[in-house]
């Protein structure tokens, strides 16, 4: 086993997409709501979606921070655009896919390219979602 560097603890209550989460330090109190485009309200509140591709977005960022640093290249105005997809499956069941767009300004498109090849090797999402779902990256510059 690997050794645990940080725990994340979040609760989800009420009636699932139409409830709330609430992360252990309070630092995350959201409301959900199911969006339109599934039937639901939407309005002003959250879903689960939007969540992991928050941080998804995130932990890929970082992660092309770290690929760029060892290569000792400069990402100044770099950005991550997640797009997380809820989608019916083959079954009747429900899958996720994951669109990610590096920007890289300043960056050669074949950097750019290998730069988030390689961020998406060490993303710790990229590891637990390879082989799940599908996932796409691409860079513009």
Partial sequence: MAQV???AEATATGKGRDGEVVSSDGVIDE?????????GPGGPHTNPEQLFAAGYAACFHSA???VARQAKIELSE???TSNV???KGDDGGFVLSAKLVAHLPGVEQGQAD???AQAHQVCPYSNATRGNIE???SATV
């Avoid at 409301?31 to 039937?39: D, H, N, R, S, V």
């Fill in 114 to 116: 290998q730069l988030v």
């Fill in 85 to 87: 997809s809820l989608n």
């Fill in 78 to 80: 770099s950005s991550i």
């Fill in 64 to 66: 092309l921070q770290l």
């Fill in 5 to 7: 560097l940080y725990t």
């Fill in 31 to 39: 409301k959900l709501a199911i969006p339109k485009e599934m039937g």
């Fill in 135 to 137: 996932v796409t990256v």
